[in-house]
Structures are given as C-alpha cells and as structure tokens.
C-alpha cells in the first residue's frame, strides 16, 4: 500500500512539471487532434471526438493535443463527472495546444468537462 501511494505521488509529481501549454504561434506537431463541430453530439456515434481516439503511448514519452475545432475542449483525466485528478489542460482555445508526458504504464481514459459525449484513451506501454 505504501509503495503504489508513494507511486501515485511520483506521478502526479512529474505530470505537474512536464504540464505545459502551447501557444500555436509555433508550429505544433499535434499527435491527437479535436476535430472541427464536436462540441455538438454525433461525434462521439464514430468515436472521432478526439482523433484517434485511442492513442499508445510508449512509456517516457509525451502526447501533444490540439483543438482545430472553434469552440473551447479539454483534456481531462477520467470519466464525465467521474474526473481521476490526474491531468487536466482546462479550457483549450481554438488551436491551442496541450502536451502531457507519460511516465507510468496504464491506461488512461480521458473526456472533455464541457462535452459529455466526448471520450478518449490513451495507453502508455
Ligand atoms: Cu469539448
């Protein structure tokens, strides 16, 4: 119990410094793209919410986000309603861009605060 808590801590250790947002003034090499009109329900029927929608990861390395849709997205841990904590870019700007670095091994399902139906995974081997 002591040894996956003290893991747990690690985490979120990490991803707080590894957190950065981007402005897309560079040019940004997205590897999960949201989509235009997916802040309106259909999008999830395809599951092309966030494409792709399942992405793998290997361990170590990170994952850039990028919202080409013109309302605002997020990039958040969990399920709606059922957030784990573990990441959150908040509300994303059209064309902002969000990069998470993985260091553990799992999967991680995340969803959008302000669009229930959209839904995504990612999966760090
Ligand atoms: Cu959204």
Redesign the pocket.
Known sequence: MVISVSIIGLFLFDYNFEERNTEIEEITKADVI?PTK??RPGCDIEDI?YIPSTIVVEKGKSITWINE?S????VTSGFYGEPTGLFDSGYLDPYQSYTLSFDEFGTYDYF????PW?KAQVIVE
């Open positions: 949201m997916v802040s919410c849709d309302s605002f997205h997020s959008c605060t302000l669009h959209m």
